[in-house]
């Protein structure tokens, strides 16, 4: 039975959280964001993202900045 942790889980990107950005690539899931002039790697909840969309940062899960289409 495992009990402990393995590796690190803090928050790679806590800074990201409720940014917008821009997709700079098609995210399908994942794929590469333009955020605060920096680029990032992203995953969106599911959906496509099409390049060029307007992103906001929903949630940071581990090393994982995930994102959704801005409204």
Same mark, same amino acid.
């Given at each position: 039975? +495992?009990?402990?942790?393995?590796?690190?889980? &803090?928050?790679?990107?806590?800074?990201?959280?409720?940014? @917008?950005? @821009?997709? !700079?690539?098609?995210?399908?899931?994942? #794929? %590469?964001?333009?955020?605060? #002039? &920096? &680029? =990032?790697?992203? !995953?969106?909840?599911?959906? +496509?993202?099409?390049?060029?969309?307007?992103?906001?940062? =929903? %949630?940071?899960?581990?090393? *994982? =900045? =995930?994102? *959704?289409?801005?409204?």
């Amino acid at each position: 039975m +495992l009990t402990g942790v393995s590796g690190n889980l &803090r928050n790679e990107h806590p800074e990201l959280l409720q940014q @917008m950005g @821009m997709a !700079v690539t098609q995210l399908r899931p994942s #794929g %590469a964001a333009l955020i605060n #002039g &920096r &680029r =990032v790697d992203v !995953v969106s909840e599911g959906q +496509l993202i099409e390049k060029g969309t307007p992103i906001k940062v =929903v %949630a940071i899960e581990g090393m *994982r =900045v =995930v994102v *959704r289409a801005a409204p």
